[in-house]
């Protein structure tokens, strides 16, 4: 479902778009690698490299993973660094949290939990009796899924539920004479208003945890990379909460202010719903073994946490805790548990099946890694001093409210045109230097370019989850250009806003 379906047009600028980069990429490289600057041989090399693999990932003449595999070769072939200093990061443990996620997130999505929960909240009495009610539902199962389960697949597994709901309610208004006989269910406003808060609340819910979307492990592992700052789960959770509920609650003004459904009262959904939910039955025993090893994940990771308020941050216990409960095994712990949960014991069957886990988001991981590998490069090299002293010299940028605006401004504009994981993986590296030059922390202007990664809300090719909700037909795009684009500027807005205020609060780095 997450494969979009262009229109001509569309395929044509595509096409141009990947040839482009098919020849700009090397040409670039290579101009770049020859011509004097200056800079000290392998910076200039390494730049050089970046240039390329940059332009690949913007152009996709390749996958975007194999664009930064690209880099990686091309990096050990010109004796930049060795390979063993170059390959070890892919020993980091954002790594290991990435598969362990990714392999509990891929349960979910086989064993149906989504469609459960999203059953279970539009069965509370009134909900489904509203328009209104229903749409900020489904934004709210949305956003609470996709802060453990990627964007893409909380979207997948809630779409269907959605449209079944939109042809009860197009039913309900041809029955009533709102619409025509002849009227086409996809082309009405609350169809867009419910499909759009699909894709951008899970964008929203993306960013409450550390493990919500690709650009946040990808951000913070590069902020951990660069300035030996750690944080934690909880820290990354309670420091995004609050701007995730100002944009929610922006989100469900700016889509009712834009895509006013035709109606407001509603009968029959919850009739839909109740044979849905009767369809579904009891949970099942994969159902609760995957809570389970859900649970215990979520439980590990936040444990240090709770030692450290009870106990204090310098007691024994939070000590022990914190050196053994590292988020990557945790998450590879709660990950294994679904070999070993059975469904069915006498056929040993167990949970998860290593074919399930196999279609995980690999392409992700390696990115990741690869991004990680060029961020200890810029630093080892001293590339990113470079990059950030030119940049000080001529952007003008003065204050660290500037940089920070700047770097929102910058992830949004990128993630709107490439994916949001790749936009985090270009700009965070050129942020941090560049605050190192200017003599600000890069801790607040990197996290806003990190969490203005997870945006690109204008363009079906901006996030998969809006390529899957432009595909059912029911968001024209007109309707999201512009829902977007008022999304894109007050999102920018709150990041800007609430981001320094909550580092303070929260206390990271200090």
Not at 217 to 227: F, K, P, Q, V
């Amino acid at each position: 479902m997450s494969e979009q379906k262009l229109s001509p047009r569309e395929e044509k600028f595509e096409r141009a778009r990947q040839t482009l980069g098919f020849f700009l990429a090397p040409a670039v490289a290579i101009i770049f690698a020859l011509i004097p600057t200056g800079m000290d041989h392998t910076q200039q090399l390494l730049a050089a490299v970046l240039l390329g693999v940059i332009i690949l990932w913007i152009c996709e003449p390749v996958p975007i993973p194999v664009g930064g595999l690209i880099g990686v070769a091309a990096i050990v072939l010109l004796g930049v660094a060795p390979a063993s200093d170059v390959l070890r990061p892919f020993g980091s443990t954002t790594i290991f949290t990435f598969i362990g996620a990714f392999i509990l997130a891929a349960a979910m999505l086989k064993h149906g939990i989504a469609q459960r929960l999203a059953f279970a909240v539009l069965s509370i009495p009134g909900i489904a009796k509203s328009t209104y009610r229903v749409i900020i539902a489904f934004g709210v199962i949305t956003c609470l899924l996709s802060a453990f389960v990627s964007n893409t697949a909380t979207v997948a597994m809630l779409m269907p539920t959605a449209l079944g709901i939109l042809a009860v309610i197009g039913q309900l208004m041809q029955d009533r004479g709102v619409v025509k006989s002849d009227f086409d269910p996809l082309r009405l406003r609350v169809g867009a208003a419910l499909m759009l808060m699909l894709a951008y609340g899970a964008s929203v819910g993306g960013l409450l945890t550390p493990v919500g979307s690709p650009p946040n492990l990808i951000g913070r592992g590069l902020i951990e990379e660069a300035t030996g700052v750690q944080i934690s789960f909880v820290q990354w959770t309670a420091t995004v909460a609050p701007l995730c509920v100002a944009m929610f609650a922006v989100l469900a003004l700016t889509m009712f202010l834009l895509n006013k459904p035709e109606i407001r009262r509603i009968d029959g959904v919850d009739e839909f719903i109740r044979e849905q939910k009767n369809q579904q039955g009891k949970m099942s025993r994969a159902e609760i073994n995957t809570l389970i090893a859900f649970g215990l994940t979520v439980t590990l990771w936040l444990l240090p946490a709770f030692a450290s308020l009870i106990a204090g941050p310098d007691s024994e216990i939070y000590t022990f805790l914190d050196n053994r409960l590292d988020e990557g095994i945790v998450a590879v712990i709660g990950a294994s548990l679904l070999f070993i949960l059975p469904t069915n014991w006498k056929e040993r069957r167990a949970t998860l099946t290593w074919a399930d886990a196999a279609k995980i988001d690999w392409g992700t991981i390696l990115l990741f890694g690869t991004g990680i590998i060029f961020g200890a490069l810029l630093s080892s090299t001293g590339l990113a001093e470079t990059i950030g002293n030119a940049a000080a010299d001529n952007l003008g940028v003065t204050s660290v409210v500037a940089i920070t605006a700047f770097s929102a401004v910058l992830a949004i504009l990128i993630s709107e045109t490439t994916s949001n994981t790749a936009s985090a993986a270009v700009v965070v590296p050129i942020v941090i230097p560049l605050c190192v030059a200017m003599g600000v922390d890069p801790l607040v202007p990197a996290l806003a370019a990190t969490f203005a990664a997870s945006f690109g809300f204008m363009l079906p090719v901006s996030t998969p989850q809006n390529a899957i909700v432009y595909g059912s037909g029911a968001v024209p795009i007109t309707r999201m250009v512009r829902t977007g684009f008022a999304f894109d500027i007050l999102g920018a807005i709150l990041i800007v806003s609430i981001v320094p205020i909550m580092i303070g609060v929260t206390g990271i780095g200090q």
